[in-house]
């Protein structure tokens, strides 16, 4: 069997990791950088923080017009805005939101037509040229979007991707330091991003033994520091942990694809505004149950390492496990609580369906009565 490993052409990860930036700039020497970050970054001082030195040496534009969960238009601002800039450098320095329209200003831009021309589901367009580098800097420790080729957009209903080589970062430079203000609801809602990317890639039917073990790896480093980043995010030891888990999350999923979580999850996120992280968190348990008897081995493995205990466990056990989980970060454990009405079900699971590059991966096949079902589950809750 053949298979292969992708990796973005440079990655920094640990405490302090942000000096490289500065080194790699010396180095590709821009005449006309574009930062892309959002307005929170730069009202609590990260921004000015870790990037100011870059105005004594470079021309500097902060674009800040970045939504969470960025829609369609959003992108396509940025775009035109790239576009007219004639940029020679991007930085993204942000949440998977400002890392995903990042990779779209340094490529769109650079291409003919809009990003709608380039979406997965509907887009009619190649890409023709790389654009310019891209060097992306996360500060949440969950999408692991600075390790892969995808840039989420939200659409009515459900959300989209532009995937392609060129979207790749040339330098991902990932600091846990960057992520100690990330506020506690936050943390365990990209904290639980990261381990669904874990999860779903180490399940997925792409899986291969090279991203198992990055799966299994991210899974130990989250397990056990999730609940600590959350409960003190000065905790530098658990969000070093946290931040290096999701990158491997990152690239354990980018090669292994995720699948029926993250296809569920988005109808959430666009019809609903629920942020990423907690869409997944949400349905996570309840696509667990679902999947678990086409996959027990490997789930059960994972559940071990959760428990630091080695036991069989149903179906029921493996969805309590991780209800308790999401419960013990602080989050809502079902659509109930966030004020989804039981009405919608049914177009939640149409639009949840278009997903079929995701729902392909998953280890037991779920159709239009299987995805009803989970959403239900996840109305109701235990
Ligand atoms: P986000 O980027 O939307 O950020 C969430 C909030 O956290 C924002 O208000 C932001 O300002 C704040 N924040 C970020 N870093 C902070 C810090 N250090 N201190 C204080 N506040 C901080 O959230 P996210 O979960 O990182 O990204 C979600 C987006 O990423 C979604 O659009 C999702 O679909 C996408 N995504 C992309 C990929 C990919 O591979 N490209 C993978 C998964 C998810």
Redesign the pocket.
Known sequence: MISTLRFPKQSYTGWGSIAKLFEELEDMKPSRILVVT????VK?G?VHQYLSPLNEQYDVSLYTD?????SLACAERLAAYAREGGFDCVIGL???????LA?IAAVISQNEGDTADYLNLTGTRKLKTRGVPKILI???S????E????????LEGT?D?VTHDFLLADIAIVDPQ??????KR?TA??GI?ALT?AVEAFLSVNANEATDALAIKAVELIGGSLMNAVDNGEDREARTAMSYGSYLA?LA??NAG?AGV?ALA?PL?SQFKL???ESNAVLLPYVMKTISPSCRNKLNRVCNILTNHGEERTEDEILTLFYKLVESVGLPTTLKEYGIPESSLSSLTEDAIKQKRLLARSPKPLGKDEIYQIYQMAFNGL
């Not at 959002?38 to 970054?41: A, P």
């Not at 942000?94 to 995903?100: I, T, V």
């Not at 390790?147 to 939200?154: E, G, L, W």
């Not at 960057?178 to 506020?183: H, K």
Request: aromatic residues 6%; charged residues 15%; glycine residues 14%.
């Open positions: 959002d307005q929170t970054l609590i990260l970045v939504e969470p969960e960025p942000g949440g998977g939101s400002a890392l995903d990779k996360p500060t949440t969950g999408t692991g979007s390790v892969t080729d995808i840039a989420v957009v939200s959300k991707v960057l992520t100690l203000s990330v506020p936050i809602a990209t991003d990317h990152g999923f980018f995720v993250h988005y996120g942020p990423h992280g």
